[in-house]
């Protein structure tokens, strides 16, 4: 009986060894850990560095609160907050743009929230009648269409210079009031399927359109004239506004009383969108 016991006991151990030694191949496991999906991001920041005519000479001068460094905008960032312009007087800023950190179409909105008469003083009625009657109208003062404006791609030194007036690539210099659209706004295009404002490419004209590029930096000047505006575009240097002037003068001589004491407001929108998978976008401006 033992020897029964015994040979069962042999043939049950020899069994287990076999079906573990069927567990022993050659083997490999290789382990991929932490993958991840992070979102890209379309952040854009603006700055603005920004010149008017003294209020004493009349001379251009720095405008601390109207300049600002790279930033989201607040309700303190404004691009014009001037409270007693005269006839003759500028103003010039240099805006810069920077997407933060991929390729973006960018398009940007003026819109006149008020061009109002503002109350009516004596020498205003002389010139403005009507004022007595439409001095509380949000929108029949006289202030936008005595402001002429321009807008150019500039290289970030506050100065109309000859090759970025030579391009023909600029927006005015025109009065405020005759470049409202509808809503009393002005549709501008930075870059979009159909132009790039910056490297003054175009759809119509066989060239290939991008976007702007992630974290650099593209610069728009403004200038703004209560009066006449005219282009005196300057040869390329690197010296600012202050040295060598803007690149255009304001002659105020043909404004009137009409304009005094009215005020303009307006809101500035800039926005930026993806490019990546949507290459086909449009600005406001060319849409159909």
Same mark, same amino acid.
């Given at each position: 009986?033992?020897?029964i016991?015994?040979?069962?006991?042999?043939?049950?151990t020899?069994?287990?060894?076999?079906?573990?030694?069927?567990?022993?191949?050659? @083997?490999?496991?290789e382990?991929?850990?932490?993958?991840?999906?992070?979102?890209?991001?379309?952040?854009?920041?603006?700055?603005?560095?920004?010149?008017? @005519?003294?209020?004493?000479?009349?001379?251009l001068?720095?405008?601390?609160?109207?300049s600002?460094?790279?930033?989201?905008?607040?309700?303190?960032?404004k691009?014009?907050?001037?409270?007693?312009?005269?006839?003759g007087?500028?103003?010039?800023d240099?805006?810069?743009?920077?997407?933060?950190?991929?390729?973006?179409?960018?398009?940007?909105?003026?819109?006149?929230?008020?061009?109002?008469?503002?109350? !009516?003083?004596?020498?205003?009625?002389?010139d403005?009648p009507?004022?007595?009657?439409? @001095?509380?109208?949000?929108?029949?003062?006289?202030l936008?269409?005595?402001?002429?404006?321009?807008?150019?791609a500039d290289?970030?030194?506050?100065?109309?210079?000859?090759?970025?007036?030579?391009?023909?690539?600029y927006?005015?210099?025109?009065?405020?009031?005759?470049?409202?659209?509808?809503?009393?706004?002005?549709?501008?295009?930075?870059?979009?399927?159909?132009?790039?404002?910056?490297?003054?490419?175009?759809?119509?004209?066989?060239?290939?359109?991008?976007?702007l590029?992630?974290?650099?930096?593209?610069?728009?000047?403004?200038?703004? !004239?209560?009066?006449?505006?005219?282009?005196?575009p300057?040869?390329?240097?690197?010296?600012?506004?202050?040295?060598?002037?803007?690149?255009?003068? !304001?002659?105020?001589?043909?404004?009137?009383?009409a304009?005094?004491?009215?005020?303009?407001?307006?809101?500035l929108?800039?926005?930026?969108?993806? @490019?990546?998978?949507?290459m086909?976008?449009?600005c406001?401006?060319?849409?159909q």
């Amino acid at each position: 009986m033992n020897k029964i016991l015994l040979s069962v006991l042999t043939i049950a151990t020899v069994g287990a060894i076999g079906v573990y030694a069927t567990q022993a191949y050659f @083997s490999d496991t290789e382990t991929s850990t932490n993958n991840v999906f992070t979102a890209g991001s379309i952040d854009l920041k603006v700055s603005n560095d920004s010149y008017v @005519s003294d209020q004493i000479t009349g001379a251009l001068v720095a405008s601390p609160n109207t300049s600002w460094i790279s930033a989201d905008l607040t309700t303190v960032n404004k691009f014009f907050d001037f409270t007693d312009i005269k006839p003759g007087d500028i103003g010039e800023d240099t805006i810069d743009l920077t997407v933060d950190n991929n390729d973006a179409w960018a398009c940007a909105e003026l819109t006149l929230t008020s061009n109002a008469d503002n109350g !009516c003083s004596e020498p205003e009625l002389d010139d403005d009648p009507s004022c007595a009657t439409e @001095s509380a109208e949000l929108m029949d003062g006289e202030l936008a269409q005595g402001i002429e404006f321009v807008w150019w791609a500039d290289d970030g030194d506050n100065v109309l210079e000859e090759n970025e007036e030579a391009s023909k690539y600029y927006l005015g210099p025109e009065t405020i009031a005759n470049l409202l659209g509808t809503d009393n706004t002005i549709q501008l295009t930075l870059a979009d399927k159909y132009l790039n404002f910056f490297d003054r490419t175009r759809l119509d004209q066989g060239d290939t359109v991008l976007p702007l590029k992630g974290l650099q930096t593209y610069y728009i000047g403004k200038g703004w !004239c209560f009066g006449e505006m005219t282009l005196t575009p300057l040869p390329e240097d690197t010296t600012g506004p202050l040295v060598r002037g803007t690149g255009f003068t !304001c002659n105020g001589v043909e404004v009137n009383n009409a304009a005094q004491t009215d005020t303009l407001t307006a809101d500035l929108k800039f926005t930026a969108i993806q @490019s990546r998978n949507n290459m086909d976008y449009v600005c406001p401006e060319h849409e159909q």
